[in-house]
């Protein structure tokens, strides 16, 4: 049994940790697909100077998925938005510009999480694309690294 005291520490240092760590986004997996994992590095919306949004992709069951998270420091704050994810597609490593986007979704309903649908690109060059567009302001997107 932990002593009423080391109860209260270990409380502080969650609390604490809350404040280092704010709005971390943990991703689940593609619906269907739960062997996927992320490849590539997480790329970040920015809406006024602030982290907003998290964008990865992933690789699994043959596909790649993109995904978008909303971070609840910005779903408290009482806008409203719209999401939209996409696997970008890459002639080459050295192209700086998508030839196209594959398994597209979107989701005009303030949406916490949303899954690009399967895109069969595992042998091309890609990126997941995520945009938020934030009512009565602007869109707001990014790619994550690419992965060839």
Known sequence: MIAPMKKGIIAVAFVLLGFVFPGVANAETPPGCASAAQIGSTAYIQFQGNNI????????????????????????????????????????????????????????????????KPADTLDKCTAAYGLVYVYQYDNYSKYTGKRC
């Open 53 to 116: 949004a998290s964008v990865k992709q992933f690789a699994g069951c043959g596909h790649n998925y993109s995904y978008v998270y909303m971070w609840e420091s910005f779903r408290n704050s009482g806008k409203n938005w719209i999401t939209q994810t996409a696997i970008a597609v890459y002639s080459s490593a050295s192209d700086t510009t998508p030839d196209t986007h594959k398994g597209g979704n979107s989701n005009p309903n303030n949406p916490k999480e949303l899954w690009g």
